[in-house]
């Protein structure tokens, strides 16, 4: 399989990723300031995970434009990081809908979490293919980005149960990190 088949079908997936989570938007059945008001969690639960899941696609994009070739480790890597991923839809929903409650909060935390350790299970794989010395492990470097976001999620889902707000906090902040492309692979 080629790298760019992988692309197109990583592609695909996160539409349908994308899809799901907006259908799951419900229209308020009054046409009041109020009844938006209400919803104000579903839309921040939504923006939020729209964000990550669109930084998930351009870095995707960046990391497999970087690499040679993909094998079979990669490929199943890659499988696992678009699993983790597909179960955004469902937290961010229950989230929104409980209106930011502790737990859910936790939960959705940790859906961010295992994203982001399948996608630096993903960076290994490809390192372990390309090579230490290739030009695709240099470009990734120490990967402290990446180790860190895995690190703030966690501090993030454990402080949920006593601050939910501080740990949306800390979410949106790992976005924002990753919010300009990995500059790495750019350069490399």
Do not use: C
């Amino acid at each position: 399989m080629t790298k760019n088949r992988l692309e197109a079908f990583s592609d695909g997936v996160l539409a349908i990723i994308l899809t799901i989570m907006v259908l799951e938007l419900k229209v308020p059945h009054e046409t009041t300031w109020q009844a938006l008001r209400a919803l104000w969690t579903v839309f921040l639960s939504y923006a939020i995970s729209f964000v990550y899941l669109a930084i998930y696609w351009v870095n995707h994009h960046h990391l497999l434009h970087a690499s040679d070739r993909v094998n079979g480790a990669v490929l199943w890597a890659n499988i696992n990081l678009l699993f983790w991923l597909s179960l955004v839809p469902f937290t961010t929903g229950w989230m929104g809908e409980n209106a930011l409650a502790p737990l859910t909060v936790m939960v959705y935390g940790v859906s961010l979490l295992l994203p982001g350790v399948a996608y630096f299970i993903l960076t290994r794989a490809l390192v372990r293919l390309h090579g230490a010395n290739s030009a695709f492990a240099r470009a990734l470097g120490a990967d402290f980005k990446g180790i860190a976001s895995v690190v703030v999620y966690a501090i993030g889902a454990g402080l949920a149960s006593w601050f939910p707000l501080v740990s949306i906090g800390l979410y949106i902040l790992v976005a924002a990190a990753w919010f300009i492309p990995d500059r790495r692979f750019e350069r490399a």
